[in-house]
């Protein structure tokens, strides 16, 4: 079967790009992180038969007066056969919180669910792993923890947030140093 390039616009990828590798795709708010993960997927699943295991941290909603910034896309995987699809409430702690112990206690309680998603995932065999905004999880959680689940799939494509636009604070600064050790440890770096 010939493979085909993926998504006119983002970074061409090919198989052989990701195979037996652990990508990361990072950039700001709306440049098409999920939309490139996506194209990948999609590509993965016309050539490769193997189960694919996707972990979906996007936030379930976002208020309506911030849903203009272009956070929160979930990958469209349902229904999808041989793909095994992990997702849960999941809130956007900066946008929904109203201060930031309000937004620590969401970070928190996303922290709970995301593990929660990722044990299951890993009750079976994970041969690919696709994980779409990995950095809410560093919002509370451990960036060695998150490369731990990573590392344990042969192939795995992740993205997560890595700008500016989302402003400073406690929040945003453990979310960029645990996206920054993921970009020190992973295979491939695409930065869109």
Not at 76 to 105: M, N, T
Not at 130 to 151: M, P, Q, T
Not at 164 to 170: D, K, N
């Amino acid at each position: 079967m010939r493979e085909e390039r993926v998504l006119a616009g983002l970074p061409e990828i090919g198989l052989e790009d990701i195979l037996n590798r652990f990508v990361l795709i990072v950039g700001e708010v709306n440049r098409g992180k999920t939309t490139l993960t996506q194209g990948i997927l999609r590509l993965y699943r016309q050539v490769r038969k193997d189960p694919v295991t996707v972990v979906d941290l996007a936030p379930s909603t976002v208020p309506k007066e911030k849903a203009g910034r272009g956070v929160g896309g979930k990958l469209l995987v349902s229904g999808s056969p041989g793909v095994r699809y992990f997702h849960g409430h999941i809130h956007a702690p900066r946008l929904q919180g109203r201060d930031e112990k309000e937004a620590f206690a969401l970070a928190e309680e996303n922290r709970r669910v995301m593990e929660f998603l990722f044990e299951k995932a890993f009750e079976g065999q994970v041969k690919a792993l696709f994980v779409n905004d990995c950095s809410l999880y560093l919002h509370a959680g451990e960036a060695k923890k998150l490369l731990s689940w990573i590392r344990r799939a042969e192939t795995a494509v992740v993205n997560g947030y890595y700008g500016e636009s989302l402003g400073p604070g406690p929040i945003t600064a453990r979310e960029r140093a645990g996206m920054e050790y993921l970009m020190e440890h992973c295979d491939k770096l695409i930065q869109i």
